[in-house]
């Protein structure tokens, strides 16, 4: 069974970058996209980007500018970083195996992430 | 504001059938697959449907999707207590190559 689980900070300061890892059992990083999604309190999902084996990417485009994501084939893990951060940013941040665009088919349990001074 | 549509809420009975729509575009559902989430409260979103109406392993047939031009629909039929969740359709968006758009989630109350 594929299990995923994410791990990093759970607060990060306004202007900071957020930084969050995601740990991966049971497949292989080098097959499929694997993606981060977030969730502000108590509302819906938002697409933050995908990221597969040869390091390429797709990011949201309202994101684009301050998102990297990347591949650690030797940990099987995937990571995000998100740069400039604001209250906005606050979300519960998942991660997930995107099996095909739009076709997440494993998530992990989510981690809250709180921007604040 | 999402560019795929859903009604913030519906509800239900137990054993009635209920129905959730899910509104886009030709660049989105018009012209990709629908996906389907359940998120059960504090927990991770599930997939509950794929490629439109296909339903991955362990998921009841009482949940059922469908797709016709830029809309979508999950019907659950037999309702139950235990299907009290936020739904969520996806999709992708062929506008700037993506991204993935979610709707805004439906929120159904099993009365």
């Known amino acids: 069974q594929v299990q995923l689980q994410e791990s990093g900070p759970g607060l990060v300061k306004p202007s900071e970058t957020l930084s969050l890892t995601c740990s991966v059992s049971g497949a292989s990083i080098r097959n499929y996209y694997w993606s981060w999604i977030r969730q502000p309190p108590g509302k819906g999902l938002e697409w933050i980007g995908y990221?597969?084996?040869?390091?390429?990417?797709n990011y949201h485009p309202s994101l684009r500018s301050r998102v990297t994501m990347s591949l650690d084939t030797s940990k099987n893990q995937f990571s995000l970083k998100l740069s400039s951060v604001t209250a906005a940013d606050t979300a519960v941040y998942y991660c997930?195996?995107?099996?095909?665009?739009?076709?997440?088919?494993?998530w992990g349990q989510g981690t809250l992430v709180t921007v604040s001074s | 504001q999402s560019v795929v549509t859903q009604p913030p809420s519906a509800s239900g009975t137990p054993g009635q059938r209920v129905t959730i729509s899910c509104s886009g575009s030709s660049s989105n559902i018009g012209s990709n697959a629908v996906y389907w989430y359940q998120q059960l409260p504090g927990t991770a979103p599930k997939l509950l449907i794929y490629?439109?109406?296909q339903r991955p392993s362990g998921v009841p047939d009482r949940f059922s999707g469908s797709k016709s031009g830029t809309s979508a629909s999950l019907a659950i039929s037999g309702l139950q207590s235990d299907d009290e969740a936020d739904y969520f359709c996806?999709?992708?968006?062929?506008?700037?190559?993506?991204?993935?758009?979610f709707g805004g989630g439906t929120k159904l109350t099993v009365l």
């Open positions: 996806a999709a992708w968006d062929d506008s700037l190559n993506g991204p993935v758009v």
């Open positions: 490629n439109n109406n």
């Open positions: 997930a195996r995107e099996r095909n665009l739009g076709y997440f088919d494993f």
């Open positions: 990221v597969y084996y040869g390091e390429r990417t």
